[in-house]
């Protein structure tokens, strides 16, 4: 894994300053601790930063090909890079080293801009051919690295990560919309960025510069297509599929071990792992003082039926608190505060291998999520009754934060009084519009649209598409926006900057695409999550892991906000950058409320705190 920049101009006579992108490079130093590359020719610069795993030996980059003038910088791992080299070997490729980033050169002479959809793997890239002079780069099926571009005055720069394209000079004027969408949604979907002068490549894209102009097109989309199989074929070559996945993660020079939760899917991986491997595996988990959100217990369950040891560590609230590495790591506004326990065992994890294997993508792949289970019902519901009749209920039914949480009906009223696209983008957000604006100055309200809009226009292109099922509607609606956005930036920034590269095996995408192909009512059967997985997994997990509340990897942020963590958002709501954005008189009424115990606003109350050293740390 690696950190990736680069400087390319419109005209190949221009020269572009070397020194800018070493900056560039520097400034994400944390991705690859390894090494150090540059290569500048006519009219571009492509910088590299590198954790040593593949090749060891002669894996350095940027890479060019020996007989011609092409050249890439590589940030990822492509798993079926033996299969590809043996393919272009038979086509006449004369390879030098043993790397899957020379693949990526002989494959773009090969196949040009099919490439992207040749790999198997978690890859962002970019590829200078200097006869034509022009950049092929591309980006990861679900979105698992990253790439960020930017242009001015004639050139096109890119970087994993936004905060080396500060090194180019970028536009930082701040997007009303992209505050908006975190405070609703906890990131800023893709392919915005919070400055008005930086995107992001979306994943399943690939782009092509060529004379200053920029053009984009998208090489892959999952298709929902249920087979009528039977469930015991479809049980098999599922976990046929995850076996493959889990195989295909362990290549690499370097000593590598897995995530584990009290969860199935990361007990999955650890019994699938240490069936690939014929031996006992170490695995690393993080745990909180408060036992509602303790899962160290059942990950020691989980861990002595596969025979792995378990290394543990205890996150304290302070640890919320240290944002030393928080706002340099997530250098845009990023809120899910499981943020914090993933860079800490992505650090325990570090201190004994280089690459881990985690349990991301089982929720979406196999409806683990209850706002799926939720969205079904709600679809169901919505023949009982007119659309208007719902929203009536819903305005006259107190929102009651004090109600147990069966009885906190106010917003399922609301869904059902909308489409199903906003219904669904209402479930699956932190806030709703009404609580964002409430939070957001006035004059910002305009210029902030609907904070909901990325989901609902992916939720509506997946109905317009033909998808039929309301689960597949919702898992189509995630791909595109809660997996790129949230989980998979939380797993690359926290990993990340401890230089651990996390492979995650749920989300092969032959294994996805063999989960679209199983009856949606097969997911969701008996009102439960994961219900076809379990199905899978029952004749290789203890019964009693199968039969566990889904807990998530998240922090007691409602308790800790009541304490230091409110005592801190407190203190920021004089800073002058964040009263431009936010009410402080709103926020310090929600968190007297909050305290008081008559409302959860503890999602908000860490959205203000992360946006204040956001501000404070970028926008200076």
Not at 56 to 80: H, K, R, S
Not at 177 to 189: E, T
Not at 238 to 262: C, K, N, Q, W
Not at 580 to 586: A, F, L, Q, S, Y
Request: with cysteine.
């Amino acid at each position: 894994m690696c950190g990736i920049a680069g400087v390319f101009a419109d005209e190949a006579r221009r020269t572009i300053d070397v020194e800018m992108v070493r900056r560039m490079t520097r400034r994400i130093a944390h991705r690859g601790p390894d090494g150090e590359g540059v290569r500048a020719g006519p009219g571009y610069v492509l910088g590299h930063r590198r954790l040593a795993i593949v090749d060891l030996a002669t894996g350095q980059q940027p890479m060019g090909l020996a007989d011609a003038p092409v050249w890439v910088t590589f940030n990822g791992e492509i798993y079926n890079h033996e299969e590809l080299r043996a393919e272009l070997e038979a086509g006449g490729a004369v390879f030098r080293t043993k790397s899957d980033t020379e693949v990526l050169l002989h494959g773009f002479r090969a196949w040009g801009t099919g490439l992207a959809s040749r790999l198997r793997g978690m890859f962002a890239f970019a590829i200078v051919d200097e006869g034509r002079h022009e950049v092929y780069a591309a980006r990861d099926r679900l979105g698992k690295k990253p790439f960020h571009w930017a242009q001015r005055d004639g050139l096109f720069a890119f970087a994993s990560e936004l905060k080396a394209l500060h090194e180019f000079g970028i536009d930082r004027t701040i997007v009303p919309a992209a505050i908006g969408r975190f405070l609703a949604l906890r990131y800023v979907p893709d392919p915005d960025t919070v400055f008005a002068g930086v995107h992001k490549l979306p994943p399943a894209h690939w782009c092509l510069v060529r004379g200053g102009r920029v053009t984009t097109q998208r090489y892959w989309r999952l298709e929902f297509a249920p087979q009528e199989d039977s469930r015991e074929r479809h049980e098999q070559r599922v976990l046929a599929l995850l076996d493959e996945a889990v195989r295909i993660r362990l290549m690499g020079e370097v000593p590598l071990a897995p995530f584990l939760s009290g969860g199935i899917d990361s007990y999955a991986i650890v019994d699938s792992m240490t069936r690939t491997l014929g031996r006992p595996v170490q695995a690393c988990t993080i745990g909180f003082p408060d036992p509602a959100f303790d899962e160290r217990a059942e990950a020691r369950e989980s861990a002595a039926a596969c025979g792995a040891s378990l290394v543990e560590e205890v996150l304290e609230p302070e640890a919320l608190l240290d944002l030393a590495w928080y706002a340099d790591t997530f250098d845009e506004p990023f809120s899910d505060s499981s943020a914090v326990p993933t860079h800490h065992v992505s650090r325990l994890a570090r201190r004994h291998v280089t690459v881990a294997l985690a349990g991301d993508g089982g929720d979406e792949g196999f409806a683990g999520y209850r706002r799926y289970v939720f969205d079904v019902r709600e679809n169901a519901a919505r023949r009982w009754l007119p659309r208007a009749a719902w929203r009536a209920l819903g305005a006259v039914y107190p929102k009651a934060d004090w109600l147990p949480r069966w009885m906190r009906a106010r917003r399922t009223f609301q869904n059902l009084g909308s489409s199903p696209a906003v219904a669904y983008a209402r479930s699956v957000s932190a806030h709703v519009p009404e609580e964002v604006f409430a939070v957001l100055r006035p004059e910002h309200h305009g210029a902030a649209g609907d904070p909901h809009e990325p989901v609902i226009a992916a939720y509506e292109a997946a109905a317009a598409a033909g998808v039929a099922a309301p689960l597949h509607r919702a898992v189509a609606a995630d791909l595109e926006t809660w997996l790129a956005g949230d989980l998979l930036v939380k797993a690359d920034r926290a990993s990340m900057a401890v230089g651990l590269e996390v492979r995650s095996p749920f989300l092969d995408h032959l294994l996805l695409e063999h989960a679209a192909r199983i009856p949606a009512a097969w997911q969701t059967e008996g009102g439960s999550t994961k219900a076809f997985l379990r199905g899978c997994l029952r004749r290789r997990l203890l019964p009693g892991a199968l039969a566990r509340k889904k807990r998530g990897f998240s922090v007691p942020l409602r308790s800790w906000c009541r304490q230091q963590v409110g005592d801190a958002v407190e203190a920021v709501l004089g800073e002058r950058r964040l009263r431009e954005w936010i009410d402080p008189d709103v926020v310090r009424r929600l968190l007297a409320r909050h305290r008081a115990g008559t409302g959860d606003h503890g999602e908000m109350l860490w959205a203000v705190f992360v946006l204040s050293r956001f501000l404070q740390r970028w926008c200076a």
